[in-house]
């Protein structure tokens, strides 16, 4: 046998899409086609479940952190809601954060 590569030859290399589809190739593409769709639709649907009625009564809150926060307090709190927590409230998640020390008021967690 000749050491020779075959492409000194004018062989060429075969094409890797002009093979037959079998049922494994099938299934396998079919199997990504759906991921794909299926990660597509997830971030939509979250993206709408966050757009629900929050569980916040703000008036037991500090006047001045509410202020503070703007528009942030109700989407983390729309946020809290949709977790569904069982064991303890939107408004106790909350009411931990508005606190002051000194002239320095707590924040809420940033949006990634």
């Known amino acids: 046998m000749s050491c020779q590569s075959s492409r000194l030859k004018g062989a060429t290399l075969p094409n890797p899409l002009a093979k037959m589809a079998g049922r494994r190739s099938f299934l ?3 199997l990504v086609t ?3 769709l299926f990660a597509t639709t997830n ?3 979250a993206l709408s479940m966050y757009s629900g ?3 916040l009564d703000a008036t037991q809150l500090p006047t001045e952190w509410v202020r503070r ?3 942030d307090l109700h989407a983390y709190a729309r946020y809290l809601s949709s977790l569904g ?3 303890i409230s939107v408004q106790e998640v ?3 954060h508005a606190k002051r020390k000194g002239s320095v008021w707590n924040v809420l967690p940033p949006r990634s």
């Open 53 to 55: 009625k929050s569980n």
């Open 43 to 45: 971030p939509i649907r």
């Open 85 to 87: 927590l069982k064991h």
């Open 28 to 30: 396998a593409t079919t």
């Open 69 to 71: 926060q703007g528009a």
């Open 34 to 36: 759906a991921s794909g």
């Open 94 to 96: 909350i009411a931990s």
